[in-house]
C-alpha cells in the first residue's frame, strides 16, 4: 500500500534553504511513500468571496492535501512569523466552511532559518493554525534549525550533524505517517 504525503515549501524562493531541507527530509522516504510537492506560488489570495466560485489553484491544491495520508510542511520564518504564501494555502484549504481538508489530517512542520532560532516562531504559529483547524500536529520530534545556511552546500545538506538530526526527523515522520 502506497503512503501519499503532500510536501509543502513555505518559501517561494527557487534557492531557499528550506528547500533543500524538505527535498533531504524527502530523500529519506521508505519505499512505498510517494511525495508530491503542493505548489503555492500561483494561489490567488484568498477570499471569502470565491468560496462559490471554482477557482482551479484554490480547487488543485485542495484535492492534493485532501488526498494525502499525511503533509509535510517545510518553512522558513519571515519577521518572526509564518510566511504569507503557507498562511494563504492554510486558509484557502481551511475554506469553504464546512470543507475544511485539515480536519483530522497528520501534518509535520520543520522550519530552518540562517538566524539563531531556527524558525520557531513561524513553526510555533503554523502548529498553532493547524491544530485549531483539527490537523493532527507531530509535536515529537520537531525541527527548528538554526544556522540552516551553513549546513548547506550548493543546495544541498552537507553538514554530517544536521543530515542526522534531519534523518531522525524523517525516519519519525515517515514511521508516524504510515502507521
Given at each position: 500500500?502506497?503512503?501519499?504525503?503532500?510536501?509543502?515549501?513555505?518559501?517561494?524562493?527557487?534557492?531557499?534553504?528550506?528547500?533543500?531541507?524538505?527535498?533531504?527530509?524527502?530523500?529519506?522516504?521508505?519505499?512505498?511513500?510517494?511525495?508530491?510537492?503542493?505548489?503555492?506560488?500561483?494561489?490567488?489570495?484568498?477570499?471569502?468571496?470565491?468560496?462559490?466560485?471554482?477557482?482551479?489553484?484554490?480547487?488543485?491544491?485542495?484535492a492534493q492535501i485532501k488526498a494525502a495520508d499525511a503533509v509535510l510542511i517545510v518553512s522558513p520564518e519571515h519577521n518572526r512569523a509564518?510566511?504569507?504564501?503557507?498562511?494563504?494555502?492554510?486558509?484557502?484549504?481551511?475554506?469553504?466552511?464546512?470543507?475544511?481538508?485539515?480536519?483530522?489530517?497528520?501534518?509535520?512542520?520543520?522550519?530552518?532559518?540562517?538566524?539563531?532560532?531556527?524558525?520557531?516562531?513561524?513553526?510555533?504559529?503554523?502548529?498553532?493554525?493547524?491544530?485549531?483547524?483539527?490537523?493532527?500536529?507531530l509535536i515529537n520530534p520537531e525541527v527548528f534549525l538554526s544556522r540552516a545556511n551553513a549546513a548547506l552546500e550548493n543546495g544541498k545538506?552537507?553538514?554530517?550533524?544536521?543530515?542526522?538530526?534531519?534523518?531522525?526527523?524523517?525516519?519519525?515522520?515517515?514511521?508516524?505517517?504510515?502507521?
Amino acid at each position: 500500500m502506497t503512503t501519499r504525503i503532500a510536501l509543502i515549501i513555505g518559501s517561494l524562493s527557487k534557492q531557499s534553504i528550506n528547500r533543500a531541507v524538505a527535498e533531504h527530509i524527502a530523500a529519506q522516504a521508505p519505499a512505498g511513500v510517494e511525495i508530491e510537492e503542493v505548489q503555492i506560488g500561483d494561489l490567488p489570495l484568498y477570499t471569502q468571496d470565491l468560496d462559490t466560485e471554482s477557482v482551479p489553484a484554490y480547487d488543485r491544491v485542495r484535492a492534493q492535501i485532501k488526498a494525502a495520508d499525511a503533509v509535510l510542511i517545510v518553512s522558513p520564518e519571515h519577521n518572526r512569523a509564518m510566511p504569507a504564501a503557507l498562511k494563504n494555502l492554510i486558509d484557502i484549504a481551511s475554506r469553504p466552511f464546512g470543507q475544511n481538508v485539515w480536519s483530522g489530517k497528520k501534518v509535520a512542520i520543520a522550519t530552518a532559518s540562517p538566524g539563531s532560532y531556527g524558525g520557531i516562531h513561524a513553526g510555533l504559529q503554523i502548529r498553532q493554525s493547524l491544530q485549531m483547524l483539527g490537523a493532527e500536529v507531530l509535536i515529537n520530534p520537531e525541527v527548528f534549525l538554526s544556522r540552516a545556511n551553513a549546513a548547506l552546500e550548493n543546495g544541498k545538506v552537507t553538514d554530517e550533524r544536521t543530515a542526522q538530526f534531519l534523518n531522525k526527523f524523517a525516519a519519525a515522520f515517515y514511521a508516524w505517517a504510515t502507521a
